[in-house]
């Protein structure tokens, strides 16, 4: 380069297409932790948990019952953990933070897991047990037939909307 | 070169690590669809859901219980997918033959899925009821206990090989 000849000559910017090497990562589907659609998932868990957990109560006689007292201790656990995950993703959504790391999504998977499995089997119990009362006794005039039936779909209602939320999570795990 | 004067001179083979293109692919994890933990857990299945029919079975008053013969129709329905499943993977060992077909793998998702809810869901009600005559209304001298806790328990082992089945070809459906 000639010093006594300095000249500017305007060049082009390199193409900034870097891309910063792009993973293949899967989109955020609705339902996933961290969603909008997730949320709903949580909301829906705990409103139809404490909505089983209610009425189940409200029966004087659900003591004396063992799968009743199950489906009783398995719905207030189902409350808890929905609540929590609820506010979990309330905050994600709130500070736009995604909820990929890795441990806490197989932690979500875990316990989306057991209190799926826990309200499944606390409402599938109860759900045999008022069909014995009601169909093959037919006692249903000196037991709250009515009720057991709503507080045992309530269940199944929970834990069918655990079901998404534990196979996307899992899914999330499996495809990272 | 000169004809006049031919001489071999011996070459080296150029390296033979072409790859191929290798694509990140998970490894076969024992208990996935054509392994040999994939058929133990098939058999598995089969013959703790065939014990638990055959013991239901041999109560004479089951069909008086709605949950009982939900139990008996839910491990015959459990025989006959782990049955399928194992010959499935016999062959596909036997012919060295890897099930990596996404639609197969689907196909073995839904089946394993939908057999693991029923027999869980059948396994739980039985045990709601049991635990009933047994504890709660203190029955057993009238009835069967001892059969109804065995073959719930039988189906609720079968449902414990389901599990893994399902979860690893989940694993494998959502990995690839």
Known sequence: MNPSHPAVHPV???PTDVHHAPRVRMKDYQGMPGTLGGLALR???FCFAV????????TDDFSTVTAFCYLVAATVLQCLW?????????YALLVKR???N??????FVVG?????????????????ITVLIGNDLRECDQNHCGKYETATAMAFLSWFMV???FLLTFWLLASR
């Open 12 to 14: 082009e910017a390199p």
């Open 82 to 90: 929905s609540l929590a995950l609820a506010v979990i993703d309330g």
């Open 163 to 165: 079901s998404p939320s």
């Open 112 to 128: 989306d897991g057991v209190t799926a499995t826990l309200t499944f089997a606390a409402a599938c119990a109860s759900a045999g």
């Open 102 to 107: 890795s441990l806490v999504v197989s932690l």
């Open 43 to 45: 909301l829906g868990q």
């Open 98 to 100: 995604s909820l990929r």
């Open 51 to 58: 909505v089983a957990f209610s009425i189940m109560l409200s």
